[in-house]
């Protein structure tokens, strides 16, 4: 990883695996993975565009499930609201919106026909309330972001030409490598997103699951994305409540409904921790102010912190399925 300031200085760089023997960074393309998931499963197991419209109870404790085209299902089993940070799920749960924590991300990827030029590594740059980063998924594609204050989120853009200037602009004096990969950014794969999270109080939050109704991944804990960790815990989600069920299912004497209550007191004490981590890294990583800035970069990145205990939340070993 690199570290850069606006003006293209190096902060601080490093190898992972120098810093701690059990680090390492993968960046996947998010389609890549969607893609292998799916490869998994029998053709037939997943229904494309079926967007939830309501969701509800039966009188025999059935989950009714209403779909935007009209379509009613009526689960007998288990329901699982993996529908993201919007989820209707989490809703109908009682669980509250999200909050806009003060800043926005530009996203996009930037498209290299002939093979991108870029080493193995994440490279940030930190600017005054201001900060973006790269970094290569894929022999053609380098992953980009900028995050930037807004007292609000603003509204929704649908033209990708105008997210594409927006974005540039923002870094126009920046090192030149950052303009060039959003330059070479198909329009189509750029999107702005106002970041929010939801901490989960002890005792205030409702429960991630109610009856055989759970939740998983954003649905149920948005996190800011300063750690990275938001995509990682909807997977470790995912192996946790999947072990919970086959346990409770293949062992005949545990109630599903006992195995989802065990699936969140098993994820609660990581990703609640991890929730309000990574907002307090956001707030520091978009200090504005120029002094603060200053020893941010000239003082506690290059000197004073120690990046193997940072990012010691990585460390997380799901049981094998
Ligand atoms: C700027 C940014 C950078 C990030 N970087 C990282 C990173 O480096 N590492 C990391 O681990 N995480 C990162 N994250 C977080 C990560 O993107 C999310 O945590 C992750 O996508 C959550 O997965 P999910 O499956 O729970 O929800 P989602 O990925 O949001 O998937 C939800 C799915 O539900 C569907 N859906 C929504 N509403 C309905 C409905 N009504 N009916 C039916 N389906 C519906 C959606 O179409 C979507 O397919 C980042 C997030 C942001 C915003």
């Given amino acids: 990883m690199v570290i850069k300031s606006e003006d293209g200085r190096e902060l601080r760089s490093f190898r992972f695996k120098d810093e701690d023997d059990s680090q390492e960074v993968r960046a996947v393309e998010r389609r890549i993975l969607l893609e292998t998931f ?26 009714l499930l209403e779909l935007v085209d009209g379509t009613r299902l009526s689960a007998k089993q288990i329901v699982i609201g993996c529908d993201g940070v919007r989820s209707p799920v989490a809703k109908w749960m009682g669980f509250s919106e999200p909050k806009y924590v003060g800043h926005c991300a530009f996203r996009g ?35 980009w972001f900028v995050c930037f204050n807004s007292p609000s989120p603003g509204p929704k853009i649908t033209d990708p030409s105008i997210l594409k200037n927006q974005s540039q602009e923002l870094v126009r004096n920046w090192p030149s490598e950052l303009l060039n990969i959003i330059d070479r950014t198909p329009d189509d794969t750029i999107i702005r997103t106002p970041l929010v999270d939801r901490w989960l109080w002890p005792a205030v939050s409702p429960s991630a699951s109610s009856g055989s109704v759970v939740l998983v991944g954003d649905a149920w804990h948005p996190m800011t994305p300063n750690l990275g960790q938001g995509a990682c815990c909807a997977l470790e989600d995912a ?13 005949g004497n545990g109630s599903v409904e006992g195995a989802l209550k ?11 921790p991890l929730t309000i981590r990574a907002n307090l890294v956001g707030s520091l990583l978009q200090w504005e102010n120029p002094v603060v800035c200053s020893v941010r970069n000239n003082v506690v990145i290059p000197k004073l912190i120690r990046i193997g205990p940072m990012l010691e939340h990585t460390n997380f070993a799901c049981e094998r399925l």
């Avoid at 997943?46 to 309501?54: C, D, N, P, V, Y």
């Avoid at 080493?119 to 309330?129: C, D, F, I, L, W």
């Avoid at 065990?262 to 609640?272: A, G, L």
């Fill in 109 to 143: 990827l930037g498209f290299y026909p002939d093979g991108q030029p870029y080493e193995p590594r994440v490279s940030y740059v930190y600017g005054k309330g201001l900060r973006a980063g790269y970094v290569p998924v894929s022999p053609t594609k380098v992953y």
């Fill in 239 to 251: 192996v946790v409540l999947a072990k919970k069920l086959a346990d409770a299912i293949n062992s």
């Fill in 262 to 272: 065990s699936y969140e007191s098993e994820r609660w004490p990581r990703i609640f």
């Fill in 38 to 63: 799916a490869d998994q499963l029998p053709p037939e197991a997943i229904r494309f565009s079926s967007k939830l419209a309501k969701i509800g109870r039966s009188e025999n404790g059935e989950t």
